[in-house]
């Protein structure tokens, strides 16, 4: 089975992460006196405690690699050689076995700080790759996204200087409009663009919609436009693959360049694990020639990272294996179906995309009281259209049954 990982026992995950570091410097008995890091404090934090034998996330935290640059490429800082080697092997997972890509050897990437950082990342590496391959300004390239875009794009916007244009999207389905879309690319190249990045949702933060790239990609080629195509699935990247296999919104389609996967949503990593994946030859674009004093140099926006966050996602992923990773996901999926049904039954609008976990009703009927107790999150905290539920793994059927028991009460009152 080509997308199939295998799950690890416990005993064996803990072997395969100490052996790592056993291969990296050790910063308490080493001869290495040239580089500006070091493990942890220990004035501050208890590095001799037994149960660290049996904790190889915390030993590492404590160990405290630094994963500067872009292990991919070859060349690395070789004090954390050992390390490296997990988080290119998660790199390596998240590329073929969830993102359909053909072989390890077609990718590039890291752990990045989040999904912001990652879809900065792209932007900026698209950016750089058309000013220097095709000779134009920042002005004259256009980033095109979904108005439930995530915020994170208008700060690529911002920071980078690339002018953004987001396109409308229905009420009801969140689909983007076509035809608003056609009229974008033509205005664009009446006035001198012809240069485009586009980001495609794979589950949007507020409504888990999901982007048909289809869309963008015909109407951009039968404007004869140039661009390239970066999916945003910091929120549904390690879902929508396991519940909707026929979406290729992946590596599978020769039209996808770079995804983003952020590891401390749904695989509940540490915060700071977010990942960018990106096909060979195209990092180039963001190496930073600078950082003369890094082995093998920069690629990434952050620089200094964590190992460790390389090593928690890598342990989550082996400890349950492709079909328990699939199971944990169909299991959230089938409370957010029960929780629909609920919905229905006492005729409350929503939005909900068949294959996520999240469902967003519409304001008008939900008491503010109810949003104060259950913490739903608003489309806008200024004056709210929308009021979202994602169905985590705390959040029980039981949970949401005396939020339905609660929104019925207030109905009927």
Not at 16 to 34: C, H, P, Q, T
Not at 361 to 375: D, H, N, R, T
Request: glycine share 6%.
């Amino acid at each position: 089975m080509q997308n199939y990982w295998e799950k690890l026992s416990k005993e064996a995950i803990k072997d395969r992460i100490f052996a790592a570091l056993e291969k990296n410097s050790n910063f308490y008995d080493s001869k290495v006196i040239g580089v500006p890091a070091s493990h942890l404090d220990n004035k501050v934090f208890y590095q001799d405690a037994p149960f660290l034998q049996d904790a190889p996330f915390l030993t590492s935290l404590i160990h405290n690699p630094n994963h500067i640059g872009c292990h991919t490429l070859g060349s690395s800082e070789s004090f954390f050689k050992g390390t490296q080697e997990i988080e290119r092997e998660l790199i390596e997972l998240c590329a073929t076995k969830i993102l359909n890509g053909a072989s390890a050897n077609q990718y590039d990437g890291y752990v990045a700080s989040g999904g912001t950082e990652a879809n900065l990342q792209a932007i900026w590496m698209y950016r750089n790759f058309f000013k220097k391959e095709y000779k134009i300004k920042n002005e004259n390239i256009a980033i095109l996204c979904s108005e439930d875009k995530h915020y994170s794009i208008d700060k690529a916007s911002d920071v980078l200087q690339v002018p953004m244009v987001k396109i409308t999207v229905s009420h009801q389905s969140r689909i983007i409009e076509k035809k608003y879309l056609e009229k974008v690319i033509a205005e664009k190249q009446a006035k001198g663009t012809n240069h485009f990045i586009v980001i495609a949702n794979m589950m949007t933060t507020m409504f888990g919609s999901v982007d048909p790239v289809s869309t963008y990609i015909e109407a951009l080629e039968n404007a004869g436009a140039v661009y390239k195509v970066h999916v945003d699935g910091a929120y549904g990247g390690f879902f929508y693959p396991f519940t909707d296999a026929n979406d290729k919104l992946d590596f599978s389609n020769t039209k996808i360049t770079s995804v983003t996967l952020d590891a401390h949503k749904m695989v509940q990593a540490p915060y700071g694990t977010g990942i960018f994946l990106v096909e060979k030859e195209m990092i180039q674009y963001t190496n930073t020639k600078e950082a003369s004093y890094v082995e093998g140099e920069d690629f990434t926006l952050i620089g200094s990272r964590s190992g460790a966050n390389a090593i928690a996602v890598w342990m989550i992923l082996m400890t349950y294996g492709r079909f328990g990773w699939e199971e944990k996901i169909m299991i959230l999926l089938k409370r957010t179906s029960w929780l629909a049904l609920q919905l229905d039954q006492i005729e409350v609008k929503y939005y909900r995309n068949a294959y996520s976990n999240i469902l967003t009703m519409e304001a008008s009927q939900i008491p503010i009281a109810l949003v104060k107790k259950y913490g739903l999150v608003p489309d806008n905290h200024r004056q709210p259209a929308w009021y979202k539920i994602v169905v985590m793994e705390h959040v029980s059927v039981d949970s949401l049954l005396a939020f339905i028991n609660d929104l019925k009460k207030s109905i009927d009152n």
